[in-house]
């Protein structure tokens, strides 16, 4: 076999230039789309994660701040965190005072030209305000945030949280992102149903709340519940007891003849001693999944996971009362 001459060497390598040049355009668009801006949704609560995880799908990354069982009154953000929110295309927020460390960040990125979207403000928000027996008066008071316990509202929600999906994040498949959001849609029918026929076998007299704190009140109007009072007379963890709340309390669940605390999963048994104290024994504390969902396969790894796991509990403990 000959060997290429110098000459032909050179040639063979200007030709093997032109060929590569002629390809880096078509490199660097590719770099710019996989390495470049992906599409971003943040979204601050676990609960509100998992509904816009099931309509986003696979058309956007979808980043949540809040760990499983955590309390959304009281987690905060890392610099990481609080910088990731400037980043997002959209951020998806509980609002109405929930995420009460959180906010002023939520606020900052809204500032910085972030889209931002506040779902319990746009679902038609229940108010609340403590009666002296401890029970919440609505259409009164401060805005209730834990809108999540009504799944017809939570149907509503995921419909907005579409909308603003297709209208703020770029580079979605807007049919892909409406064809998830109404099978999600489906299945939040089907809770809906499903709840009415398990709360169906508790007696109407049966149906009376204690919880730790004012978290169902939104589940009562809908399914036809009265909430007798709760330990911490707030809509907030953050808050005390103090012996006259308690006392307020007790006196009311003496009235109503409830015996059944629901508590949640994080604090039943500081919840129990305190309330068997006041009332001397024979108190029944069922723990709820209220405000934060598990790590999967915990329990409550999912919204739809969460509510039948309450609503089994419910119905459970108030028909057995």
Not at 157 to 175: C, Q, Y
Request: charged fraction near 25%.
């Amino acid at each position: 076999m000959r060997t290429p001459t110098k000459a032909a060497r050179a040639t063979r390598a200007r030709t093997l230039l032109l060929v590569l040049l002629a390809l880096v355009p078509a490199g660097l668009a590719t770099a710019c789309t996989s390495g470049g801006h992906q599409p971003r949704v943040v979204v601050t609560t676990n609960i509100l994660g998992d509904i816009t995880r099931e309509i986003v799908g696979d058309e956007a990354e979808v980043s949540v701040l809040m760990k499983p069982n955590a309390d959304p009154h009281s987690f905060g953000l890392s610099a990481v965190q609080a910088a990731e929110l400037e980043r997002a295309d959209l951020v998806v927020f509980n609002g109405l005072g929930l995420e009460e460390n959180v906010l002023r960040h939520v606020d900052a990125a809204r500032a910085s030209g972030v889209a931002t979207f506040e779902v319990g403000k746009a679902v038609h928000p229940l108010t609340f305000q403590a009666h002296d027996d401890g029970g919440p008066e609505e259409g009164t008071g401060q805005p209730d945030p834990h809108f999540w316990t009504d799944p017809d509202r939570v149907r509503e929600a995921a419909g907005l949280i579409t909308e603003r999906v297709i209208e703020h994040v770029d580079g979605v498949n807007e049919e892909a992102v409406r064809h998830n959001a109404a099978r999600y849609r489906q299945r939040l029918a089907g809770l809906t149903t499903w709840m009415e026929r398990s709360f169906d076998r508790i007696p109407r007299e049966r149906r009376a709340l204690v919880t730790n704190h004012h978290v169902f009140g939104y589940l009562a109007e809908r399914f036809g519940f009265r909430v007798i009072g709760a330990v911490i007379p707030s809509g907030t963890t953050l808050a005390s007891p103090s012996s006259s709340d308690l006392r307020s309390l007790t006196q009311a669940m003496r009235k109503a003849g409830v015996r059944t605390v629901f508590a949640d999963s994080s604090q039943p048994n500081r919840l129990a001693e305190v309330l068997r104290t006041e009332l001397g024994g024979g108190v029944r504390v069922v723990e709820l999944y209220s405000e934060s969902l598990t790590e999967k396969g915990k329990g409550a790894g999912t919204y739809l996971e969460m509510m039948r796991a309450n609503t089994t509990a419910m119905a459970d403990g108030l028909t057995d009362a």
